[in-house]
Every structure is written in structure tokens, then in C-alpha cells.
């Protein structure tokens, strides 16, 4: 059993970097969607200027939500 | 003026009143959609992803390409025959277009990345940028020297704005007494001859009237949609469902609204209401869109293909 385990390292290892990565990206985004996802980065990439975000990213969000969300 | 003159203008005004009743009066059983035109396929370039959409009095048609940077202008067949603009923030260029209207002589473009609004002529010769400090929403040109826009307002009462021709505030006209949540303000608008304010909100279940002086006349549910979903959005509670995508009024005045998510048919139900508020009727498209367009011979402009195509309705009304 534990031979079978090492002859699959690499491909465990692998599997635990993707489920890492999954899990960390869930929590930034806990069950959002595309266009709840794109607000947040948008906010980030405005962070210099939060009134402008909420204006841009604001619309750029209800964009998202009657274009992409059909 | 003899009694006699008087009588007979009396009797032609009512006359004139009545006719212009009776399309509304009787009541509308059903609009049939016949499709006459397609523009842009899955198999060709000419459309890559379009967003707005108008249609000047010669039956041209515009659309703002969101992946190509442009504004195309079609023949009325459907034949392209003008591009403008391009990738960038210089004159006459964009970054994201959006929304289109057009005046007697002037084409109006928004982009979601500049500020102000992109000002051509009828044959997509740039001619200048009208600066405005707000983010544009929904745009409705009223004539060659107004025009309306919707914004987002996070901290104020919600108002659609006239600008004139050089971007100066004419007048506000509010539509609520009181400041709203983030995002439940965001509106569809369109606006009537008489300066009739007919509101589509996105976020939530309600279609609205008001005149010009920023008096209600009436508000209507559509959905039955008793709580709006909210998400925790960063440090925002923020709606995720969209109740109505768009709003536009045909030249008998009927009110057309494109239902969201929450309708029957996603993204598909037009819903058909006359002046006073009350439903007539509910048209379905056949594929979903982001938004509508009625030009002033009441063809009905849909997407198709998720934005690869433009899809135009003849409109046949059966009245009972």
C-alpha cells in the first residue's frame, strides 16, 4: 500500500496543489459567479480610486449581469 | 369666432382624441413576431459581439461591436457599409462600447471605460466627445441638443439627467424621495413625447411612470417577486438577480419590457403594458437578449447567438 503511494508522489502531490489552489480561490470567492467574481477584481485594480470604482465597477457589474448572465 | 366654427372644432378635437384612444382602448390579445432580417452568423466575422443598438429614420441600422471596437452602420438590408473607431482612448476610439442612440443628425455612443459620450455624424464620421463627470447606464437622445442619461447613485436620490449638446445639466428628474441600496437604483429608462418617464428597475420587481416634474403616476410588479436575492459582495450586500434588462415604447405607446432572469422564459419574455400600466400581453423572443430595440416603424431589434447576431421582428399586433 505504501509503495503504491510513493509510486504515485507526484500525481498526489499534484492533485493536493490543485485542490489547494480550488479551495483557497473558493474562500476568495465563496459561491459567486462570473460577474460577482469580476466586481472584486475590478475593485482591486481601482483600489487607488475607490470613488471611481464603485462608479465603474458598479456599472461594469450590472453590464455583466444583463450581457453575460443571459 | 361663430358658434358654428367652434362646434366643429370642438368635434374634430374630440374626434382626433378618439382615434388616438382607440389603438389603446381596444384591447391588444397578442403580438406575433415575423422575423424579416439576420445580420451576422456563427460562420461569418461580421458581428463579433455587439451591445447597442439603434435604427436612424432611413431604417439604418448601428450597432456598437464590443470585441471589434467599433460602430458598424448596416444598409437597411442588412449590408455593411460603414466602421468606425478602433481599439484605444483617442478620438473617436474605445476601449468597451456600449450603448447607441441617434438623434435627427447625430449618432451617440457611450464606452464603459471613458467618461462622456462619443458623437458622430449619420455616417460614423467622428465629430467630437461630450465630457461627463457620471458613468452612463442607459442613454436616451431626446434631440439633436439633449439628451437623458441613467446612473449609478451610491450616495444621492436617483434622478434620470438632461444634458444639452455641450454637457451641461438641464434638468433632473428624480425618480425616488430617498436614497436606495447599492444597485437598486440601476434603471432602464425610456421617455415619451410628452416627457413621460417610463422606468424598468434591474434589480428589482417594479416598472414605473412618472412625469416630467418628478411626480409617480403609477408603479406595477410584474413578477411577483416578494425578496430580492442579496450576495455579500466584498464590503458590499449586493443583488444578483436581474428582474428587467430593458425598456423601450413603441410609436402606438405601448411599453415593451425585457424580462431577466427571474421571468418564465430567461432573459426571453418581453412583457407588453399600455400607458396606464396595465400588462396586455407578454411576447417571448426566441433566443435570449441583453436588451431590445423598437425603431419608428415598430420592428423589433433582439441578439441572437449571444451577440453574433442581430435579429430584426416585424411586430403584428391582434387586437380583440
Redesign the interface.
Known amino acids: 500500500m505504501i509503495s503504491k503511494i510513493f509510486k504515485n508522489k507526484k500525481l498526489i502531490t499534484l492533485c493536493l496543489v490543485f485542490a489547494a489552489l480550488f479551495l483557497s480561490y473558493a474562500a476568495a470567492f465563496p ?3 462570473g460577474c ?1 467574481m469580476g ?2 477584481l475590478c ?1 482591486i485594480d481601482y483600489m487607488s480610486m475607490p470613488d471611481m470604482a ?3 465597477c ?6 455583466c ?3 453575460v ?2 | 369666432m361663430s358658434k358654428n366654427r367652434v362646434f366643429s372644432i370642438a368635434l374634430f378635437l374630440a374626434m382626433s382624441l378618439f382615434l388616438s384612444l382607440s389603438l389603446q382602448a381596444a384591447e391588444l390579445k397578442r403580438i406575433d413576431l415575423e422575423e424579416v432580417l439576420t445580420i451576422g452568423s456563427l460562420d461569418d466575422d461580421l458581428i463579433f459581439q455587439w ?1 447597442g443598438v439603434v435604427v436612424d429614420s432611413d431604417s439604418n441600422i448601428y450597432l456598437a461591436d464590443a470585441m471589434d471596437y467599433c460602430l458598424k452602420k448596416f444598409s437597411p438590408e442588412g449590408t455593411l457599409t460603414k466602421r468606425a473607431g478602433g481599439r484605444g482612448q483617442g478620438p473617436g476610439e474605445f476601449t468597451a462600447p ?1 450603448l447607441l442612440d441617434c438623434s435627427e443628425h447625430y449618432l451617440y455612443a457611450t464606452d ?2 471613458i467618461l462622456g459620450l462619443h458623437v458622430y455624424d449619420c455616417d460614423l464620421n467622428f465629430e467630437r466627445r461630450i465630457m461627463l463627470n ?2 452612463v ?1 442607459d442613454l436616451k437622445v431626446l434631440s439633436d441638443s439633449r439628451f437623458a442619461v441613467a ?2 447613485f ?1 450616495d444621492t436620490k436617483p434622478a434620470i439627467l438632461i444634458f444639452d449638446d455641450r454637457g451641461e445639466l438641464v434638468q433632473e428628474i428624480p425618480y425616488a424621495n430617498r436614497k436606495m441600496a ?2 437598486m437604483d ?1 434603471v432602464s429608462f425610456d421617455i415619451d413625447a410628452g416627457g413621460s418617464l417610463y422606468l424598468a428597475y ?1 434589480f428589482q420587481d417594479r416598472v414605473e411612470r412618472w412625469d416630467s416634474q418628478g411626480k409617480k403616476l403609477w408603479s406595477t410588479q410584474l413578477l411577483g417577486v416578494k425578496r430580492v436575492k442579496r ?1 455579500n ?2 464590503t458590499y450586500v ?1 443583488p ?1 438577480e ?1 428582474m428587467f ?1 430593458d425598456v423601450e415604447l413603441d410609436s402606438h405607446g405601448f411599453l415593451f419590457v425585457l424580462g ?2 427571474v421571468s418564465r422564459n ?2 426571453r419574455d418581453v412583457y407588453v403594458l399600455n400607458r396606464r400600466g396595465t400588462l396586455l400581453t407578454i411576447l417571448t423572443l426566441p433566443e ?4 431590445i430595440h423598437i425603431d419608428r416603424n415598430n420592428f423589433l431589434y433582439s441578439r441572437a447567438n ?2 453574433v447576431t442581430l435579429k430584426k421582428f416585424r411586430m403584428h399586433y391582434v387586437f380583440d
Open positions: 459561491g459567486d459567479g460577482e466586481l472584486v475593485w464603485v462608479f465603474y458598479g456599472l461594469g457589474y450590472v453590464f449581469k444583463k450581457y448572465e443571459a | 451591445t456600449r464603459q471605460g457620471i458613468p447606464s446612473t449609478l451610491m447599492p444597485m440601476a434591474t450576495k459582495i466584498s449586493l444578483t436581474v434588462k431577466g432572469h430567461r432573459s435570449a437578449s441583453h436588451c449571444e451577440g
